[in-house]
């Protein structure tokens, strides 16, 4: 079956714009959440959703943001880009909202450049 | 909250040697994950393994949840196997905590 599928794969932004970043679950998989990794902070949980409520929230300010559709797709958005939010944002999915017997999986991630 | 600590940060082999790699961390867990980031920065999940022992292929992992600690064993290493591995947990939280990573270069 289809992996977690994230789209764009590289993105480049100017300070101060926005961006919308999605990911697409394994089929049946409810659960999907977001990371940040730099090299600075390494990785970094940023929200998760289940059926397309936010269930859990990382230590980031409002400028970030996600929903989750009702096919469990997800979206991130980030406002008003700063030079620090360069990064590579990789979303996972699960089973079910508590870990299964298979845990987490992780897509290809989108790799953003904000100059 | 959890502090996942790896060890080593960095380890260079020849290839064929076999590694141990280490993850400590500091409180109980309901999951614990082995990933590899490959060079374009994907995580692929190498074990799912809060406790006991797996093994798949030249890899295994031995997790005492008891102590706290959990290994991943690679055997006869490959070029292929070089990048970078992660422990990571999760407690009660609903989110993973990712040690530092090791860093495994492997040359032929």
């Known amino acids: 079956k289809a992996g977690v599928t994230q789209t764009p794969r590289y993105l480049i932004k100017t300070r101060g714009q926005q961006v919308t970043l999605s990911c697409s679950p394994i089929?049946?998989?409810?659960?999907v959440s977001w990371y940040q990794q730099t090299p600075g902070q390494g990785l970094q949980f940023l929200f998760e959703?289940?059926?397309?409520?936010?269930?859990n929230k990382g230590n980031f300010p409002g400028r970030f943001s996600g929903r989750q559709f009702s096919n469990s797709r997800s979206e991130m958005n980030v406002s008003t880009l700063e030079l620090g939010d360069s990064a590579l944002y990789l979303c996972?999915?699960?089973?079910?909202?508590?870990?299964?017997?298979?845990?987490?999986?992780f897509g290809s991630g989108t790799r953003l450049t904000v100059v | 909250g959890i502090q996942v600590e790896q060890s080593p940060p960095d380890l260079i082999l020849q290839e064929g040697a076999n590694s141990t790699l280490r993850c400590n961390f500091s409180?109980?867990?309901?999951?614990l994950q082995w990933f590899h980031q490959n060079p374009w920065g994907q995580l692929i999940n190498l074990f799912y393994?809060?406790?006991g022992t797996k093994q798949n292929g030249r890899l295994s992992a031995t997790t005492v949840a008891t102590e706290r600690y959990s290994l991943l064993y690679i055997s006869s290493s490959q070029t292929t196997d070089s990048g970078v591995y992660f422990c990571?947990?999760?407690?009660?939280?609903?989110?993973?905590?990712f040690g530092t990573g090791t860093r495994l270069q492997v040359f032929p």
């Open positions: 996972a999915s699960s089973l079910y909202l508590n870990p299964s017997n298979y845990g987490y999986t």
């Open positions: 089929s049946g998989h409810r659960s």
């Open positions: 959703y289940f059926s397309e409520t936010q269930r």
């Open positions: 409180d109980s867990v309901n999951n």
């Open positions: 393994i809060p406790s």
């Open positions: 990571a947990v999760e407690g009660n939280t609903d989110k993973l905590i």
